[in-house]
């Protein structure tokens, strides 16, 4: 049992050092922000890396998303004897509030996070980070501020991509799978359309990206041990990238959905 | 008589329950070229790590130039490594980048020169290192020596007081290692710095060095210049340059 114990005191210490470590590492991002005039043209670079390169990977999840919720809706609807010009209405709200930018940003936390954490990490296991910091470069201002920033601006950017893909792919689903017309799922889709939803959407979105930016620097910077702690840190990123993005969501839904 | 320029005093250093470095302290006076030898692991490139805060002591402090590089706010302290070059045990070339960028970074970043001017400079310290014709390759088209020098070239290019080199020579044939070296011996006499040179090879060592210091059991075990080494009687260091497996060190 003393061993139980001290495995509990372990994991404790660890959460601790992890926790302290990114609000370290949040703390320094804040006061690189003034010098982010210099950090402009590697901010352009990383918003095409981490973003635009993302776009064809959303865009796929997002017609299968679409596709998927419109026919799961449709088998429901009947089961319950629902009437099915609701369903533009049902995968609309879906779609908007929830499906777009919490599986935009789990795609995105598997992409990008775990690709700014095994390229950081590589980069410190191999004393490029040392280098930078040896040059009087600050490794916060020129490897952490442009991701995370990238990140703020892009992931809901993918999400105005996501949901516009998911709803036509619904739409598709609907007119040849379920036989309704387009008319029907698109007056649906108009009535329970709300433009506080969808921009309650790209706020959640901002707020995903900076925790995936900052996560997978964090895991970067203190990556030890060789390719072994390379992939070690990398699952870490994602893994706790994805629990915080479905906490800080279901946070959101408390918030902004009042029962 | 001049103060040194790089105090080192008490430096304390562990990493979890690994202690590392025991009370180390070495005074480095200005144009010396010093090495600090020992076994792979003994916590040499921890300490030149802590002469520009690549680290921090546990306790103890470094002084360079009269003051104490612990008290430095960020932007002092990126200042300071304005007078640092540092050549890293793999080079640490950033992947990336060609050999042009990656030698032109900091002249980019803390500098600010139009790129024509950080173009003549770079080029400039590429000759110096005797490179020309690879600005831009990247650093996976290049042999082990190569990157070195590339390594040398970015570490010089902002005509720093003080290089630092964490084992120059590692992982070289013999042949390319003696060249790095002749390069270190050459700098130094051009360039007018002073070097610190952490290193386990020994040829190397004697090569470059006016002054030899071995680390051992995390505190120095012995300080003086390459004939004093040659002709010690302390077992520590008599095993150690002789190579053999037999003796006070234990593997």
Known sequence: ?259 | MAAPLIQIEDIHKSFDSLRVLEGVSLNIERGESIVVIGQSGCGKSVLIKHLIRLLEPDSGRVIFDGEDIGEYDFMTLSKLRLRFGMLFQSAALFDSMTVEENVGLGLTETKRYKPGKIREIVNEKLELVGLTGVNHKRPAELSGGMRKRVGLARAIANSPEVLLYDEPTTGLDPITADMINKLIVDLREKLEVTSVAVTHDMKSAFEIADRIVMLYGGKIEFDGTPDEVRGTTNPVVRQFISGSASGPIQA
Not at chain 1, 74 to 94: D, E, M, N, S, T
Not at chain 1, 180 to 196: A, C, D, N, R
Not at chain 1, 201 to 219: D, E, N, T
Request: aromatic letters at 12%; proline letters at 3%; glycine letters at 12%.
């Open chain 1, 1 to 259: 049992m003393p061993g139980g114990f001290q495995e509990i005191g372990r994991h404790g210490v660890n959460f601790v050092r992890t926790v302290g470590g990114m609000f370290m590492l949040l703390g320094k991002l804040i006061i690189s922000f003034r010098e982010v005039h210099r950090s402009l043209g590697l901010l352009m670079e990383q918003l095409y890396l981490l973003g635009v390169k993302s776009l064809p990977l959303i865009v796929i999840i997002s017609i299968f998303v679409g596709a998927v919720s419109a026919w799961q809706a449709a088998y429901q609807f009947k089961f319950i004897g629902a009437p099915l010009r609701l369903l533009g209405h049902a995968v609309g709200k879906a779609v908007v509030i929830e499906l777009a930018p919490v599986l935009s940003a789990i795609v995105y936390a598997g992409r990008v996070g775990a690709g700014v954490t095994a390229e950081l990490g590589t980069m410190k296991v191999t004393e490029q980070i040392d280098a930078l910091e040896s040059m009087g470069i600050s490794p916060v201002r020129y490897l952490v501020l442009p991701r995370v920033l990238a990140s703020v601006f892009m992931v809901p950017f993918l999400v105005i991509f996501a949901n516009f893909v998911a709803i036509v792919g619904a739409l598709v689903v609907s007119i040849i799978g379920v036989a309704i017309s387009s008319e029907t799922f698109l007056t649906g889709f108009k009535y329970s359309f709300e433009l506080s939803d969808f921009i309650n959407g790209l706020i959640k979105a901002a707020v995903f990206g900076f925790i995936i930016g900052i996560v997978g620097c964090y895991y970067g910077f203190t990556t030890r041990g060789g390719a072994q702690g390379v992939g070690r840190a990398t699952t870490s990123s994602v893994v706790v990238s994805m629990v915080l993005i479905l906490i800080f969501n279901f946070v959101f839904a408390v918030i902004l959905f009042r029962i």
